[in-house]
């Protein structure tokens, strides 16, 4: 794979880094293209939302990730924790980015679920981006595998374990990858017609995100051969994700009982 994806005068360009771009750029484009019926009627409020995002992003996913993979005893975890080729951990992500967005609302006095649910569909297609970029850099590998479709990481420079370089691995990061991308097109093409038709109620996307994510997410663990341990013989990975589960669950029954709103 490619960590590094150029180098010029010194400065390297990290593959994870700039596909993690790409899907933003991307992902506001769609975003923009739906300002309207996110309730977002000054150009500033857009922007400031993408802003909120990253940021809420930023923070939810660096943290936990910190958390599941840097010792805190070790002299790493200052590096790890503001470093821009490091990994992230996009269940953190989730609570950082919904606190973010629930603060943007309240603030700018905005349907903090109707925001939520166009952040939501977006959100798994802007994540097939950074799972490429897992690929990329050799984060999120997957277990010793001897499927025909295994691959092989061989850059040391990649975050691939050295005893594992040149082993065949599942690819892990791009059954998620593929994942998120079903996801994405089963919100954006059977989903959201009927929420801005009003069919339902808002907050009703967002949960039916949380809950697709939290079972692809369980699945995957599965074949992660950098899965950190948790408690009852589930990864730390499973354990979140239905944590999640149950959240989407929450979410989804809680705006069943709302109105339905057209958009």
Known sequence: MRPVLFAFCGLRVYTYGALIALGGALSAL?????????????????WLLINVVLFGGFIG????????????TGRELWAAAFSFNKGFSVLGAFAGVAGAVWLFARRRKLDFLRLLDYVSLVAPFWHVFGRLGCFAAGCCY????????????????SMVPPELLDTPLHPAQLYEAFGELG????????????SE?????????SGLYFISYGVLRFAAEFFRGDAA??????????????????????????ACRRPCIQS
């Open 30 to 46: 769609i975003w923009n293209a739906k300002r309207g019926r996110m309730g977002l009627k000054r150009e500033d409020d857009f």
């Open 61 to 72: 996913g660096r943290v936990l990730y910190v958390i599941e993979y840097v010792p805190f």
């Open 142 to 157: 997957g277990r010793p595998s001897r499927m025909p479709w295994a691959v092989r990481f061989t850059d040391p420079g």
């Open 183 to 194: 996801i994405f097109l089963a919100l954006y093409f059977l989903v959201l017609p009927r």
């Open 197 to 205: 038709r009003g069919g339902t109620a808002p907050g009703t996307l």
């Open 229 to 254: 341990p948790g408690l009852l013989g589930l990864t730390a990975g499973q354990a979140l994700s239905l944590a999640l589960l149950a959240s989407g669950l929450a979410l989804s029954a809680w």
